[in-house]
Every structure is written in structure tokens, then in C-alpha cells.
């Protein structure tokens, strides 16, 4: 029952990045961008409605981005249905060990773009998955 447990959480977790990437990409498009812009100005504090992201280089990238983001949370989707049953130690070490990868360069990056607040908002996704995994290691080995 655990791991039944710990799929349905991965599954919410994965449902959690495919929304934000699908937040994210539909930003690309000027008529949907307003949530993205708000969250970019959010993150780019003061709240002061700069944060237009009208350029074209930024929707593409943009819409790059949010399409990474879907691919992740559907390979994480796809990870708890078909292996983490079988190979949680596995499952469980793909996810954590690519988050952590994400959430340096994210963060240092964002970092360095002059916005460390993202980098603080990034830690919200690594608490999500921690606590998808929280249950200890042997129990499922």
C-alpha cells in the first residue's frame, strides 16, 4: 500500500510541473501571458507591472521552457506508472538526482539574471518531491 501511496504522490507532484510548464508555454502567446507576466513580476520584485515578456525572444523561450517542463512532468508521470512499483530505489534516484541538477542551475542562474528570488521559490518544487519520496529508504528497497 505504500507505494500505491508514494505512485499517487509522484502523479500529483508530476500533475504540479506539467501545469507550470503548461502555465508557462501558454505565456508565449501575448492574449495568455498575463499569469506569467504577474509571476514574473512577482519574482522581479517591486510588484510594479514591468514585466510585459513581449518580446519575441522571450515567448520563445518561454514556450521552450514551459515544453521542457511538460516533458519532465510527464516522463515523472510516466516513471510512477510503469517502474516505481518495481524500482522505486531507481525512480526515486532518477527524479531526485535530475531535480537537484534543475534546481542548481535554475537557481544559479536565476541568481545570476539578478532575480534570487526565484531561486528561493525553486526550493517549493524540491519540497515537493522530498516529501514524495519521505518514506524511509528501506521500506521499500
Known sequence: MEIAHTQTWLKAAAAVVIGFGLLIAAGAWPPLSAPVALLADLLIWPLDGLQRLE?????????????????????LWKLADHLL?????????????????????DSIG???????????????????????????RQAHA
Open 110 to 136: 536565476s541568481i545570476a539574471a539578478g532575480v534570487p528570488l526565484n531561486a528561493v521559490a525553486n526550493i517549493g518544487f524540491v519540497v515537493l518531491f522530498v516529501l514524495v519520496f519521505r518514506q524511509p
Open 55 to 75: 518580446l519575441p525572444e522571450t515567448r520563445v523561450f518561454m514556450a521552450i521552457s514551459g515544453g521542457v517542463m511538460v516533458g519532465w512532468g510527464v516522463t
Open 85 to 105: 512499483a518495481e524500482h522505486l530505489a531507481a525512480v526515486r534516484s532518477i527524479t531526485m538526482t535530475g531535480l537537484y541538477s534543475w534546481f542548481a542551475v
